[in-house]
C-alpha cells in the first residue's frame, strides 16, 4: 500500500531523474502492468474489455507522465528549499564571505512556481494513475457484482431467473444465405460442438430432435428451420429456442445468433460475429458460441478454458472434432482410442489427410498393423494436392519417413513446415527425432525445447526431451525434463515409464523397478501400454539375473500384447528371446523360443509386410545359427513387397546378410559391414551395441573394450530397452578385457559393478558373480 511517505520518497525519486529515464520506467511499468492484467483475465476470469481498458488508462498517463516530467525538471520537490547554486569562492577551507558591492549585486528572489508548475506535479500524476486503476477495479467490481445479481445489461440470464443452470435449450438449423449451400450445416454442427463444452447451456441432443420430429408427423431427417423448432420447444416444454443465420458479406461472412422465449418469441439476446473469409469462420464460431455461454451465465473463466479444435483441413467439422478428441486421448496414452477416433474422422471426411497422418504415426509409434500404417500415408499422400502448402509438406515427410525412405526429401520437408509456420508440434518433434537418429543429439534438443514451450505442446516432445538429457549424460536436465512432462500431463502414463528410464539410467534398480509396479497396477490403463510396462519390467528383472520372474513378466507381457495385435505378441515373444540371449547369455533358452515362433506359425497369423523379419534374422545370428539366418533372410526377400523395401530395409538385409555369411571366421568383415551399414543410414547408433561383441571376435582387445564403455557410458541409440539389455554383458566385457588388457582399475570398478547388479541373481547365475568376486578379489591382492 502506497503511504504518504512512500509517496514523498518516491515524489523526490522522480524529481532526481532525466525524462529519458521517467519515459523509460513508465514504458517498463506499463508492460508490466499489461502482463498481470492479460494473466489475470485468463486465469480469474475478467472481461475481455479489461486489458484495452488498461491499455488505455496507460495511453492516456503517457503525455500526462512525460507533461509532468518536463514542466517539473528543476524544480525542488513541494516542501524542499530550492538548492544554492555553488558560489566560486567555496574551497575545502569553508566559505567565502561576500564584499559588500557583491551583497549589492545579489539577484533578486525567484517567483513563485508557475500554473503548470503549480497543477502537474508527480504528486496528482501518482495519485491520478492510482485512482484510474482504481477506478477500472471499481468498473470490474461491479461488472461481476450486477452480473451475479442479474441487474442491468451485464446479468446472466440465469442470474436474472430467465433460464435454470443447465436448462436445456434446442438449437435450430443455422438458416444460410450464402452461396455456398452446406455453410448452414456446417456452422450448425461447429456450433453445437462448441456448445457442447459448456459447464451452463445444455443442447437438446439429436436424437431428442428426430424423436420430436416423429412425433410432429415430420421427416426425422428435415432441418430444423426456427418455425419448427419453435413449435417443438413449445410442445416439449423447452423454455428458449437459439436460431441463427449466415450471411454472405463480400468475400467474408456475418454470423449471428439470437435467443428467443419460447413462450411469446421475446427476444432474450442477440449476439453477431464476423469472418473475414472461409478460414475465420470456425474461429468466429468460437467467439460467438462464447458469447452465448457469457450471456446465459457461464464463468468467462470456465468458456476460455475450453480446448481450441486443432487446426487441419477437413470439409467436416465433425471430423474435426473427432481429430481433435483423438490428439485428447493420444495426450493421455491411449493410443487405441485414439486410433478408433481417428478411423471415425476419416469415415466423416474419406479425404482427411492429416487423420490418416496421424494415424500412420500412432501405429509405427505402437509398432503395429505395418499393412494399415503403409495404406494411411499413402491416401495422406494421394490427398495432399486439396491441402494447404504446411500440410501438404507434412503429408510429404510422412510418405518419405515410411514408404520411400528419402532421409533428405523427409528433412527438406519438415523445414518447409517450420518456414511456414516455426511453431508447428509434428514438424519440430518428428525433425529433432530425425536428427536424434543422425547422432546430432544438441541440435535435436533445439528442437525439442522450442517445441514445449510452443501452444501446441504434446507429450511426445517431452517425452523425447527426457530421452534427449539421457542420450547426452545429462542426468538431472532428464530430471528436470521429467518434472516438467508430469505436470504439464499428470494423467499419462508414459510419464511413470519415462521415469522407469530415468531412474535405470542413474543406476537405481528399486526405483526404477517401483515406477513400473506403480505402472502395471494402474487403474485403467490401456492394454498397448500395461504390456509395455510388463515388457520393460521383464527387462529390468532380467539385468539384475532375476530370470524366474522375468519370465513371468514376460509371459503376461505377450498374453497382454496378443490382446492389442498379433504384431505385439510376435513381437514380445521375440523380445523374450532377446533377452534371455543378449542378458543372461542363455542361448538355448533363446534358440527354444525361437523355434516355438516357427512351430506355431506365428508369423504367418501377420501381414507380410508386417512381418519383422529383420528381429527374426538377428535372433539367429545371436543364438549363433547363420544358417537359419540366412534361411530367414530368403524369406525376407521373397515375401516383401518391392514397394515396401526401403532403403533402410536395403542397409538392413546388406548389414545382416554379410554377417550371416562372414560367420565366426570373418568377424573384421563383419564390423567393416556394421561401419556401411550406419554411414548408409546416418544412423550412428543404429546396431552399435554389437559393436564390442564383433570387434572381441575380430581379436581387436583394445577397440572392444572401448566399444563396450561407450556403450555403459554414453549410449549411442535411441533403442534404450537393447542398451539396458547390454548392461550385465558390457559390465562383464569391459571387466574381462581391461583385465586382459592389465588395466587393473577399469577391470575391478567393471567387476564390482556386474556384482553389485547380480547381487540377487538366480542360482543358476551365481557361478557368472562368483567367478566376478573371485577376480576381484585376485586382482586386489596383487
Known amino acids: ?241 437459439l436460431e441463427g443465420e449466415v450471411v454472405g458479406a463480400g468475400s467474408g461472412f456475418i454470423l449471428t445468433a439470437t435467443l428467443r422465449a419460447t413462450d411469446d418469441g421475446t427476444t432474450l439476446a442477440t449476439f453477431r460475429r464476423t469472418a473475414a473469409g472461409p478460414d475465420a469462420v470456425i474461429p468466429a464460431i468460437d467467439r460467438l458460441s462464447q458469447d452465448v455461454r457469457e450471456r446465459v451465465g457461464e464463468s468467462l473463466r470456465s468458456i476460455r478454458g475450453g480446448p481450441p479444435l486443432w487446426q487441419v483441413t477437413t470439409s467436416s467439422l465433425e471430423a474435426l472434432r473427432k481429430y481433435s478428441q483423438a490428439e485428447q486421448v493420444l495426450a493421455r496414452g491411449d493410443e487405441l482410442g485414439g486410433l478408433a477416433l481417428l478411423r471415425e474422422a476419416t469415415a466423416l471426411d474419406p479425404a482427411f489427410a492429416m487423420a490418416y497422418r496421424k494415424t500412420a504415426v500412432v501405429l509405427r509409434n505402437l509398432g503395429i498393423d505395418r499393412v494399415r500404417e503403409i495404406e494411411a500415408v499413402e491416401q495422406a499422400h494421394r490427398h495432399r494436392t486439396r491441402l494447404p502448402e504446411k500440410e501438404r509438406y507434412l503429408a510429404e515427410a510422412a510418405y518419405h519417413g515410411a514408404v520411400t525412405g528419402d532421409k533428405d526429401a523427409l528433412i527438406r520437408a519438415y523445414e518447409s513446415v517450420l518456414r511456414i509456420d516455426p511453431d508447428d508440434p509434428a514438424a519440430l518433434n518428428n525433425l529433432a527425432n530425425e536428427y536424434q537418429v543422425m547422432g546430432e543429439l544438441e541440435r535435436a534438443e533445439e528442437l525439442y525445447r522450442r517445441n514445449v514451450a510452443g501452444p501446441w505442446a504434446s507429450p511426445a516432445p517431452r517425452q523425447n526431451l527426457v530421452r534427449n538429457q539421457l542420450l547426452q549424460g545429462n542426468l538431472e536436465g532428464a530430471r528436470g525434463a521429467l518434472a516438467a512432462y508430469a505436470e504439464a500431463h499428470p494423467e499419462d502414463p508414459r510419464v511413470r515409464d519415462m521415469a522407469f528410464w530415468v531412474e535405470a539410467f542413474s543406476g537405481d534398480m528399486a526405483a526404477a523397478g517401483r515406477e513400473l509396479d506403480a505402472l502395471v497396477r494402474a487403474p485403467g490403463i490401456p492394454p498397448s501400454r500395461r504390456a509395455q510396462a510388463l515388457m520393460h519390467r521383464s527387462l529390468l528383472l532380467a539385468v539384475q539375473g532375476r530370470m524366474t520372474e522375468a519370465r513371468e513378466d514376460l509371459d503376461a507381457a505377450v498374453r497382454t500384447g496378443a490382446q492389442v495385435a498379433p504384431d505385439l505378441e510376435h513381437f514380445y515373444r521375440m523380445a523374450g528371446a532377446w533377452v534371455h540371449v543378449w542378458t543372461a547369455a542363455d542361448t538355448l533358452r533363446a534358440a527354444a523360443t525361437l523355434a516355438e515362433i516357427h512351430r506355431t506359425g506365428l508369423m504367418e497369423r501377420i501381414p507380410v509386410e508386417a512381418r519383422d523379419h529383420n528381429f527374426m534374422v538377428t535372433l539367429h545370428l545371436a543364438v549363433d545359427d547363420p544358417r537359419g539366418a540366412l534361411d530367414q533372410l530368403d524369406r525376407w526377400q521373397r515375401e516383401l513387397p518391392q514397394e515396401f523395401v526401403t532403403p533402410s530395409v536395403r542397409a538392413n538385409r546388406t548389414f545382416l546378410e554379410a554377417w550371416a555369411r562372414s560367420g565366426r571366421d570373418e568377424p573384421g568383415a563383419i564390423v567393416a559391414a556394421l561401419d556401411a551399414f550406419q554411414r548408409d543410414l546416418r544412423c550412428p547408433g543404429c546396431e552399435e551395441w554389437f559393436r564390442g561383441h564383433l570387434l572381441e571376435r575380430a581379436g581387436r582387445t583394445r577397440e572392444a573394450r572401448d566399444a563396450w564403455i561407450r556403450l555403459l557410458d554414453r549410449p549411442p541409440t535411441e533403442s534404450f530397452p537393447a542398451i539396458l539389455s547390454a548392461l550385465p554383458t558390457a559390465l562383464e566385457a569391459v571387466g574381462r578385457l581391461s583385465d586382459e588388457l592389465g588395466d587393473r582399475d577399469a577391470a575391478v570398478d567393471a567387476y564390482r559393478r556386474f556384482v553389485d547388479l547380480w547381487a540377487n541373481a538366480d542360482p543358476e547365475l551365481q557361478p557368472r558373480v562368483e567367478a566376478a568376486r573371485t577376480r576381484v578379489a585376485a586382482l586386489e591382492d596383487r
Open 1 to 241: 500500500m502506497l503511504t504518504m511517505d512512500g509517496l514523498r520518497w518516491l515524489v523526490r525519486e522522480i524529481h532526481s531523474r532525466s525524462l529519458w529515464q521517467v519515459l523509460a520506467v513508465y514504458l517498463a511499468g506499463s508492460w508490466v502492468a499489461l502482463q498481470v492484467v492479460d494473466a489475470l483475465t485468463r486465469t480469474a476470469g475478467l472481461p475481455d474489455w479489461v486489458p484495452p481498458g488498461a491499455l488505455a488508462l496507460l495511453v492516456i498517463g503517457l503525455p500526462i507522465v512525460l507533461g509532468t516530467a518536463i514542466v517539473q525538471e528543476g524544480v525542488a520537490p513541494s516542501g524542499e528549499a530550492p538548492r544554492k547554486p555553488e558560489s566560486s569562492a567555496e574551497n575545502a577551507h569553508g566559505p567565502a564571505t561576500l564584499s559588500p558591492e557583491a551583497t549589492q549585486k545579489a539577484p533578486s528572489p525567484s517567483p513563485g512556481p508557475t500554473f503548470l508548475q503549480r497543477h502537474l506535479t508527480w504528486k496528482r500524476a501518482l495519485l491520478g494513475g492510482v485512482a484510474a486503476f482504481a477506478l477500472l477495479g471499481f468498473a470490474v467490481t461491479a461488472y461481476f457484482g450486477m452480473r451475479l445479481a442479474g441487474v442491468g445489461p451485464v446479468a446472466s440470464l440465469v442470474a436474472q431467473g430467465v433460464l435454470e443452470e443447465r436448462e436445456p435449450i434446442l438449437l435450430a438449423d443455422f438458416q444460410n444465405a450464402t452461396s455456398d449451400p452446406e455453410l448452414g450445416t456446417a456452422v450448425t454442427e461447429a456450433f453445437r460442438v462448441d456448445l457442447a463444452s459448456s459447464r451452463v447451456v445444455t443442447l437438446v441432443e439429436p436424437s431428442q430432435v428426430q424423436e420430436a420430429l416423429r412425433r410432429m408427423e415430420r421427416d426425422p431427417g428435415s432441418g430444423l428451420t426456427p418455425e419448427v423448432a419453435r413449435e417443438m420447444a413449445i410442445r416439449d416444454g423447452i423454455k428458449a429456442v
